[in-house]
C-alpha cells in the first residue's frame, strides 16, 4: 500500500497555506517526486473550493505512489459536485481552480462520498 499522510482543516480560507505546507512537507518525507509547484497549486485549489464552499471540516490525503506521483483526495461533508468554470484570466471572482487542476495533473475526478464528497487528483513524477 503506497505511503499517505492526512490533515483535517476548517472551513477557513485562512488554512488554505499551511494545508499546501503540510501537503509538500508529506510529499517529501515520503519520497514524491512530482513538481513542488504543480502539488502547491492544486492542493491550494482545493483546499480554497474546500474552504469556500462548505461549512463543515475537510480532509487531505497525500498518497506517494510507488513510481514517485502523487495522489491527492479532498473529502468534505457537501454534497455539491463541482464543475471547472471557463472563465476570463482576469475575472475577479477567479473561478479557474478546477480548470487549473485539470490542466495541471495527469487525472482528475469527483466521487460522491456518504453526504459529501472526495474530489482526487494524480501527479505524475517530474521528468
Known amino acids: 500500500m503506497p505511503a499517505q499522510r492526512s490533515m483535517r482543516f476548517p472551513a477557513d ?8 505546507d503540510f501537503a509538500a512537507e508529506a510529499a517529501d518525507d515520503l519520497g514524491a517526486t512530482v513538481d ?11 483546499a480554497a473550493n474546500a474552504a469556500e464552499h462548505q461549512p463543515g471540516e475537510a480532509e487531505l490525503v ?7 506521483g ?3 483526495e479532498l473529502a468534505d461533508p457537501d ?9 476570463a484570466p482576469d475575472d475577479p471572482d477567479g473561478h479557474r481552480g478546477l480548470h487549473l487542476v485539470n490542466v ?16 482526487w487528483a494524480r501527479l505524475s513524477p517530474a521528468r
Open 13 to 20: 480560507l485562512a488554512y488554505v497555506a499551511s494545508v499546501r
Open 36 to 46: 513542488r509547484n504543480d502539488l502547491a497549486l492544486i492542493v491550494g485549489e482545493l
Open 62 to 68: 497525500v498518497r506517494v505512489l510507488p513510481d514517485g
Open 70 to 72: 502523487v495522489d491527492i
Open 79 to 87: 454534497p455539491t459536485i463541482p464543475r471547472p468554470v471557463d472563465s
Open 104 to 119: 495541471i495533473s495527469h487525472s482528475w475526478g469527483v466521487q460522491p462520498e456518504g453526504t459529501g464528497k472526495r474530489i
